[in-house]
């Protein structure tokens, strides 16, 4: 693997603009390369002329960025170091205080804590249950700092890593020994090179844990602590990416025998034909494939956070040592697929598989065993990611008792896109308990009372949602707007609903605000759409900022992460989100008018809704990693991955790129030309005032990226 790449796979994306600039710096030397290549072409003759002293015309520029990364990598890496042994000490001391004021309450005295305030006795039952409390807490503190801890370390040594690769390479490319004389004499003396306080806080953290907060039990203690080898992470990922390239492949076939088997189904002899059956059956397929679905598009959305650098486990609060990333959540939607394909193809030819059993018996199957894994509290399958999940689904459902997290309020969005998941459940229980065997529109017909509560399910969590943030905050913006958007939403919901009452009554007279209630709802409708869309690209995503300092991205923001920054890209997506937040009118155009079927229609919007909200979860995390605008969290630093140092094989994997990398940039020949010694004197002079240019635009990039750096943490 190249190192570049490796770079951007191991970083901590707070720190992205901190790294050395290394695809910049080989940008530079093979341009440097480029122009020696240009000078020796046309003084071929000139053979008296040592190669350093000919290098030395084209790589001022060189040298003086890799020195301005030096002094930008020594402050920051002091600047951290010093938080690192700052924390440390608070930590410990107050560990230590916490301990000292509990002793004290149980010998029955009443005591002052830090801030003077009065700590009455406590009773000796309770004080081993505070002290288990205090040790546990504490715990939790320092696993989160001997994290940042391996993460400063590796900081250290992947900025090491980077210059050696690229003075090396400078040598290789230049044919000289002035990048290892660089090397030796700048880098290898260094601060962050020979600094070995990290080192000594690691060891500290360690002692402290083991002796202090396990009694002694060093085992036990390092696996609170210890990150996983990186050798162990490689192999995981590469078994990983197996499963997903396996699953995938069987998901995408059993998808295509499905069709073709949908095809041939009609010419199937049987005396049980599936017509009667398909409108249940495929409400209850859909709703466990919307969910596979999502998870699919939620493992492209951790893939594009990753590579963006967007720390999604930070803004989430997710557990570090033990989360699903995109290749595992990938495997286990496209494994559902896979399941969920077979049982459709039972369901399919479920005359000749099973003639005894009701066709719709297999899409309840498969129901029961999804939900019921999905539900099942034994620790297996991702029981940590289900029992988060769960946990999180509590707290949106209890809204707003309690106080609202990002992850609260970003998982009740994609239950407000996932409507469909929710009604289709309802739809189940209603059809599989009830009316089997008299058709499905008893389940589904307008004004069941139940389904209108649960159609306003979703919007009332995020309306609970913002007021409770605005009793929280006291502030009336965003928070009440926000609310007033969700409302909109019921309010449209009820309205369509009081629609289909009375176009199935056949009662035209009814209207609302002297309008036809249809009428209503259609006005209703919109306004809400053009309501969630401006709320969307303006506080969600933070377009159209009007307070950007630099106007560099007109009608979007400072900062764009997703796809080099290409401002296009941006625009087709706010123009996509118009486009399908407006799929409600599909519904209207051809489901009310009996066109098509409404639940196929209803298939074709929820599977396009989650597109959407696909779409807007890139946007919305970006956001809220640059800018934090939701408030949602402090910043604090956390990173996963770990680095070691390279192998012999990816030594020589380097070196064949470095040699692919030359080869690219090596003329196939050399013209010979003879010049005189002044027109020789008169370009050598022409290519240093190229080299004096080119480093002053090498300061002013360098310059650009100090003012830039930090901007995400």
Not at 249 to 272: E, N, P, R
Not at 417 to 425: C, E, H, K, M, Q
Not at 530 to 543: P, Q, R, S
Not at 559 to 588: H, P, Q, S
């Amino acid at each position: 693997m190249k190192f570049g790449t490796e770079l951007q796979a191991h970083l901590t994306p707070e720190w992205r603009q901190q790294y050395i600039e290394y695809e910049g710096l080989k940008t530079l030397l093979f341009s440097m390369l480029d122009k020696k290549q240009e000078y020796q072409e046309d003084y071929s003759d000139n053979e008296e002329e040592d190669p350093d002293v000919l290098n030395e015309q084209f790589d001022h520029s060189f040298f003086e960025g890799v020195m301005s990364e030096i002094k930008r990598i020594n402050v920051f890496y002091k600047e951290k170091e010093s938080d690192a042994q700052t924390r440390y000490t608070k930590l410990t001391s107050e560990f230590h205080r916490q301990l000292e004021l509990l002793h004290h309450q149980s010998l029955g005295k009443e005591t002052s804590d830090i801030k003077g305030k009065k700590v009455v006795a406590v009773h000796p039952a309770r004080i081993k249950k505070l002290e288990s409390k205090i040790y546990e807490k504490f715990r939790m503190a320092f696993s989160e700092y001997y994290l940042n801890l391996i993460l400063l370390q590796n900081y250290q040594a992947l900025n090491y890593t980077g210059f050696r690769k690229i003075l090396k390479k400078y040598d290789k490319v230049m044919e000289s020994k002035r990048g290892k004389k660089c090397f030796a004499a700048h880098v290898r003396g260094s601060y962050f090179e020979k600094s070995k306080e990290v080192e000594k806080l690691i060891e500290s953290t360690e002692k402290f844990v083991t002796n202090t907060l396990e009694k002694g039990d060093r085992n036990k203690a390092m696996q609170k602590l210890r990150v996983p080898p990186l050798s162990g992470l490689e192999l995981h990922e590469h078994s990983t990416t197996f499963k997903s390239g396996l699953m995938t492949g069987l998901a995408a076939s059993i998808c295509a025998v499905v069709i073709l088997a949908s095809l041939v189904q009609d010419k199937i002899q049987t005396d049980k034909p599936l017509e009667a059956d398909t409108i249940p059956a495929l409400v209850a397929f859909r709703s466990t494939f919307l969910l596979f679905f999502f998870t699919v598009l939620i493992s492209w959305n951790t893939y594009g956070w990753r590579n963006a650098g967007v720390n999604h486990i930070l803004i989430f609060e997710i557990d570090p040592r033990n989360h699903l990333n995109y290749l595992q959540l990938l495997t286990a939607g496209m494994l559902f697929i896979f399941l969920w394909g077979i049982t459709l193809l039972l369901y399919i030819f479920s005359p000749l598989v099973a003639p005894a059993m009701k066709p719709e018996t297999w899409p309840l199957i498969f129901f029961i065993i999804v939900f019921g894994l999905f539900l099942l509290p034994a620790p297996i399958f991702y029981h940590r990611t289900r029992f988060w999940l769960l946990r999180r689904i509590f707290r949106i459902f209890t809204a707003p008792i309690f106080p609202v997290q990002f992850a609260d309020f970003f998982i009740a969005d994609q239950l407000n896109s996932l409507a469909t998941v929710l009604l289709d459940i309802s739809f189940v229980f209603c059809y599989y308990t009830t009316y089997w065997s008299q058709g499905d529109e008893k389940c589904t017909e307008p004004g069941i009372w139940y389904r209108i509560l649960i159609a306003t399910l979703p919007p009332w969590f995020r309306f609970a949602q913002s007021v409770r943030r605005y009793f929280t905050t006291s502030d009336w913006f965003p928070h009440l707007v926000n609310a007033g958007k969700y409302f909109s939403s019921i309010v449209v919901i009820i309205l369509a609903n009081v629609a289909g009452i009375i176009h199935k009554n056949k009662d035209g007279d009814q209207t609302l605000l002297g309008l036809d209630i249809f009428a209503a709802y259609v006005v209703v409708a919109c306004i809400s759409t053009l309501y969630a869309y401006w709320w969307d690209i303006k506080m969600d995503w933070g377009f159209l900022d009007h307070t950007s300092t630099g106007h560099k991205n007109k009608y979007l923001r400072d900062e764009l992460l997703y796809a080099g920054g290409k401002k296009f890209v941006y625009f087709i997506i706010m123009g996509l989100d118009l486009v399908l937040r407006c799929v409600w009118t599909i519904n209207i155009s051809l489901a009310d008018w009996k066109f098509v079927h409404k639940q196929y229609v209803i298939t074709g919007t929820a599977l396009l809704e989650a597109l959407r909200r696909a779409v807007w979860n890139f946007i919305r995390l970006e956001n809220e990693h640059l800018n934090n605008c939701g408030q949602f969290r402090a910043v604090r630093d956390i990173n996963v991955r770990v680095i070691t140092e390279h192998t012999k094989h990816d030594e020589a994997k380097d070196e064949d790129s470095d040699r692919e990398d030359i080869k690219k940039r090596t003329p196939s020949g050399t013209r010979t030309r003879k010049l005189s010694r002044a027109k020789s004197r008169r370009l050598s002079e022409a290519s240093g005032a190229s080299s004096k240019a080119s480093t002053q635009a090498t300061a002013v990039d360098l310059k650009l990226n100090l003012n830039t750096a930090n901007t995400s943490v």
